[in-house]
């Protein structure tokens, strides 16, 4: 059974590169890994998904090693409103979705 | 669009009394699904179906039934609601179930208190 592991708080600075972490074993090999954020009293939303090596959209970055027994997500140049709950999701080999616990990110001024 | 939408926001129940969550979808998506977050938890999948006319159970379906009732909409209920089950219910939904898996759009969340 797929499981995904992801630190669960981080600290950060305003202006600073913030890089988070998702393990994950026994992943399908046809499936992607996706992250999303959020925010107190929201539903999660949708930040950005790969299947291999780095994708790169408006918001964040996403590398992902040829193992693709791990990925991790890159915001860069943080501000306050990035301040949120970040989770992880794979797809197992039994194409269950598995969710990360999330990792609570905290941006100070 | 209004995307994802959820009712009630806020529901209070007493241990035994039943309830209906509903959720409706309008961007003709195939697949929908029920989680539940617990304060400082990860989401867990209640039920989905993957497309108009099937359900399956998630992780933890016990005490919860499901209706798809036509492609837009799909509730939860809880037939004896149960102090275990206050939590916050997201309902979600994506254009198919995968895999490689579809972007889920999430709605508001529906806050549920069971005393």
């Known amino acids: 059974l797929a499981k995904t592991t992801q630190p669960i708080s981080m600290d950060s600075y305003e202006g600073q590169e913030v890089n988070i972490t998702c393990s994950h074993n026994?992943?399908?090999?046809?499936?992607?890994i996706t992250w999303y954020q959020q925010f107190p009293s929201q539903g999660p939303r949708f930040i950005i998904q790969?299947?291999?090596?780095?994708v790169t959209n408006e918001v964040a970055s996403l590398f992902i090693p040829a193992d693709r027994k791990s990925s991790t997500l890159s915001l860069p140049r943080v501000s306050l409103s990035d301040t949120a709950v970040y989770y992880c999701l794979v797809g197992d080999s039994n194409y269950q979705l598995i969710w990360g616990a999330g990792t609570k990110l905290i941006i100070k001024p | 669009n209004a995307g994802v939408t959820q009712t009630p926001k806020f529901q209070v129940l007493k241990t035994g009394q039943s309830m209906t969550l509903q959720c409706a979808q309008d961007m003709n998506h195939n697949s929908m699904y029920w989680y539940r977050q617990d304060p400082g938890m990860g989401l867990r999948l209640i039920y989905y179906s993957a497309s108009e006319g099937t359900t399956d159970k998630g992780e933890v379906p016990n005490g919860y039934n499901v209706s798809r009732l036509n492609k837009r909409e799909f509730s939860l209920r809880l037939e004896s609601a149960a102090p275990s089950q206050t939590s916050v219910y997201f309902c979600?939904?994506?254009?198919?179930?995968?895999?490689?898996?579809?972007?889920?759009?999430f709605g508001p969340g529906t806050r549920l208190l069971v005393l």
């Open positions: 790969g299947y291999k090596t780095k």
């Open positions: 026994n992943i399908a090999t046809n499936d992607y």
């Open positions: 979600a939904s994506s254009e198919t179930l995968a895999p490689p898996q579809e972007t889920q759009y």
